[in-house]
């Protein structure tokens, strides 16, 4: 063989490979998402089974079945331990080749998964935990945070109470990454505003018993009680703050995360004048009404979606545009995310808004107040809206990010 035969076969075979390859890629049109979260304790209400929901509705709502492609979810309880989503995680993985693991409630959770997720280069799609630091200093390539974290909720509930005369705050905190993050900034909000932080308490997550914590904030005298805490431990601390009637004493509580599942639960009566911030309620819109009425009839219990709920659907959607985008399933969790900041977002549920470098979506937020009984037009009317916060405010300016990925 000559030497230029053997050049010419050499060029041939790359360009062959080449067009191996492409139609390969190009011919994996299957997808497998994992959603873990809390299955069965404080926080299986506003994701559980029906985040499980939410993300086949996004499925189905995409087209791509229809198109050939090849779905799949499974879903995991990580029962708020972070060693056992990990390993949840690990083995969806290793053995069951998962592409994107969403939802994840419960900060320290989503941190420690983030991390693994990044190591394996898939992608997590997080619309359950809260904490900032998932787009700030522990942000990765591989992970985004679609719905709200802890700077929307302090810039919104903490930064109205504090204006409108709540200068003095105590707070009860949840003692892991999310409450420590939501405490840390709504103090920032609180005293940037010429408020006071008095003191806080810690309190185990999934305590039945807050009476020591309640009997230190009604002490502290502070004109706030700041519950930075969620779910069950939220409904348990407002149901015993009415029974050492604090809010009767003159202090205001401030449910810093609180979820229409969790209003729900409480009842108009207990519920009633609560202030809080959320990204998402089923009654703003003719779009969300028309998507919360299907979700509804898929739910357990015939629930109305939470925010976070909400968010799985609309980052699901999102992502699965992106997979069909690349023209395929690469394989590769970093370039997936890559390309969902790279498309425009537009959902009916939370409309257009850009996907930040950091992996932080923007969307406006709303400050809600939980209606009394008798304003309650039916089931599930609970609230009225008092200010929507605009995209920008709700989130944490770039230029002030500790994202690594942020370029300043």
């Known amino acids: 063989m000559t030497a230029f035969t053997a050049r010419r076969l050499a060029a041939l075979l790359t360009v062959a490979g080449i067009s191996l390859a492409a139609p390969a890629y190009a011919q994996d049109k299957t997808v497998k998402i994992g959603v873990l979260n809390d299955m069965s304790s404080l926080y299986a209400d506003i994701g559980g089974p029906n985040s499980v929901v939410a993300v086949k509705m996004a499925i189905d709502d995409s087209g791509l079945l ?6 799949d979810v499974v879903s995991g309880d990580h029962q708020n331990k972070p060693d056992v989503g990990v390993n949840i995680a690990r083995q969806w ?45 522990a942000c990765t390539p591989n992970t985004i945070s679609f719905t709200y974290d802890t700077y929307m909720l302090a810039n919104g509930t903490g930064k109205a109470l504090t204006k409108s005369g709540g200068d003095t705050w ?81 202090q205001k509580l401030a449910a810093l995360l609180l979820f229409i599942n969790d209003v729900h639960s409480l009842g108009l009566k207990t519920a009633q004048g ?73 959902d009916p549920l939370f409309g257009k808004g850009p996907l930040r470098a950091d992996g932080r979506r923007l969307i406006p937020a709303y400050l809600f107040e939980v209606k009394k009984p008798a304003e309650s037009k039916g089931p599930w009317d609970y609230y009225k809206l008092i200010a929507t916060i605009a995209p920008e405010d709700a989130a944490k300016p770039l230029e002030a990010s500790d994202c690594p990925l942020v370029k300043k």
């Open 66 to 71: 229809k198109k050939g492609w090849k779905i």
């Open 93 to 137: 993985i290793d053995n069951d080749k998962v592409d994107a693991i969403a939802d994840t409630p419960s900060s320290g959770v989503a941190l420690a998964v983030s991390n693994l997720v990044k190591e394996k280069n898939i992608a997590m799609l997080n619309s359950g935990a809260a904490t900032a630091d998932l787009t700030g200093k």
């Open 170 to 250: 105590f707070f009860l905190t949840a003692d892991y990454a999310f409450g420590h993050a939501l405490e840390r900034d709504t103090s920032t909000v609180v005293t940037a505003n010429g408020g006071k932080v008095l003191g806080g308490v810690k309190h185990p997550i999934n305590t039945s018993d807050f009476s020591s914590f309640l009997l230190q904030a009604q002490a502290s005298k502070a004109k706030v009680v700041g519950l930075a805490n969620a779910g069950g431990d939220t409904t348990n601390a407002i149901k015993q703050a009415a029974e050492f009637g604090i809010v009767g004493g003159g």
């Open 274 to 346: 609560l202030t809080f911030t959320e990204s998402f309620y089923w009654d703003l819109n003719d779009q969300t009404r028309a998507f919360s009425k299907r979700f509804a009839a898929l739910a357990s219990k015939n629930a109305m979606p939470s925010m976070t709920q909400a968010g799985a659907y609309a980052m699901v959607l999102h992502y699965l545009k992106a997979m069909e985008a690349l023209g395929g399933n690469p394989r590769d969790g970093a370039k997936v995310i890559a390309k969902m900041k790279e498309l425009p977002t537009d």
